[in-house]
């Protein structure tokens, strides 16, 4: 027992010098902002952030074998960086809500809990209050890996000025949710379109003479079935938690490889950070080779390309545009010469910015 008490204070003393550097680190936040405030400059600086990220990812890597796990380092230091940015200026973040969906979620893991978040009903909701500045960022959902592009997000970026800044990529575990108290109770459930084709096999399996609701989103499915004695919501964890629901059966989803990008819009340019991806659009003329020349100009300087989506461009029948997300930043020599040579080949080019990857992507 003597060493258990010896343990446990060297424990107290670690929590007590923690405690101080917190408070040291809150301390030199709020003198950051003051100087920020006398030369006019941005307050927050999501470049300056990654930086810090990209560091102890590296430290605790290199220097401490990751005996503290990295993905629990990067949730706190989220929190450390929210909080002590809060002391600076507080951050307005809008999301496609309800709470308790996964862009809410997302929007938590990206921004901290210190953030001021403001749920909308729709993706152009949230667009409109970062255009009209209500909020400093949006958060919206972009593509999952099983249901693919969602069209709507790719479709506002037509005529919004908007740029991405970050990104975040989350998995989706789903559970199904609900008063009852054993899967034999259930004879509907309800949840959004994508969480219902996610779960497809497992409903045909488990449920199958239960009659299928889509909703606006998992939060809403939720709220629905908090008033029925024999329905179920597919949903996450923590909706389960926010509207005191049963969890009947955990992680219903067909693919374990279940994931969605969310992207955050904002009004901004990100500089570099050497980690960086840029979004844009472009159309080419209706002629044979157009879509061939335009991509062969990032063959040409080695740009690496990740994703290429064609959407139709509402502007004439039959016509259409093409979004694309390619590594590195604009300001990089490759990358900016092979935009410049797109500009010559192509019909028109928007870019919609270039940002840091998403965390651990590597990993």
């Not at 936040?29 to 470049?47: D, M, N, S, T, Y």
């Not at 990220?53 to 989220?78: C, M, Q, W």
């Not at 940015?85 to 951050?91: F, G, V």
């Not at 909703?215 to 923590?238: D, F, P, Y």
């Amino acid at each position: 027992m003597e060493e258990l008490r010896e343990l446990r204070s060297k424990i107290d003393s670690i929590d007590e010098e923690i405690l101080r550097l917190l408070n040291e680190r809150a301390r030199l936040a709020r003198k950051v902002g003051e100087v920020k405030k006398r030369h006019g400059l941005e307050i927050h600086a999501p470049e300056r952030e990654r930086e810090i990220f990209d560091k102890v990812i590296r430290l605790n890597r290199e220097l401490y074998g990751e005996s503290f796990p990295t993905e629990a380092v990067v949730h706190i230091y989220r929190e450390v960086i929210s909080a002590c940015l809060s002391l600076e200026k507080e951050l307005k973040v809008a999301y496609l809500g309800p709470k308790a969906t996964f862009t809410h979620q997302a929007a938590l893991e990206y921004f901290g809990f210190s953030t001021h978040y403001v749920p909308v009903s729709t993706i152009g909701d949230v667009f409109k209050e970062v255009e009209l500045s209500r909020a400093d960022y949006g958060v919206v959902p972009v593509e999952n890996t099983t249901e693919g592009v969602v069209n709507y997000t790719l479709d506002m970026f037509l005529e919004s000025d908007l740029k991405i800044v970050g990104e975040i990529v989350i998995p989706i575990k789903l559970h199904l949710l609900s008063n009852a108290s054993s899967l034999g109770a259930i004879k509907a459930v309800y949840s959004h379109k994508h969480a219902l084709a996610q779960c497809k096999e497992w409903l045909k399996r488990n449920l199958p003479e239960s009659t299928l609701f889509e909703t606006e989103s998992t939060a809403k499915a939720c709220e629905i079935v908090m008033e029925l004695e024999n329905a179920g919501a597919i949903a996450s964890e923590v909706a389960a938690y926010t509207y005191h629901l049963n969890i009947l059966a955990e992680n219903i989803q067909d693919s374990t490889n279940n994931y969605t990008r969310f992207i955050i819009i904002g009004r901004r340019h990100m500089k570099p950070t050497g980690k960086d991806k840029t979004s844009l659009i472009f159309a080419v003329k209706h002629e044979a080779g157009a879509l061939y020349k335009a991509l062969e100009s990032f063959y040409r300087y080695g740009v690496n390309l990740t994703k290429i989506v064609s959407r139709p461009s509402k502007k004439r029948v039959w016509d259409y545009v093409f979004f694309i997300d390619v590594e590195g930043h604009v300001e990089e020599e490759h990358v900016r010469k092979a935009l410049e040579l797109l500009q010559e080949r192509a019909q028109m080019v928007k870019i919609l910015g270039s940002y840091p990857r998403a965390l651990l992507e590597e990993s």
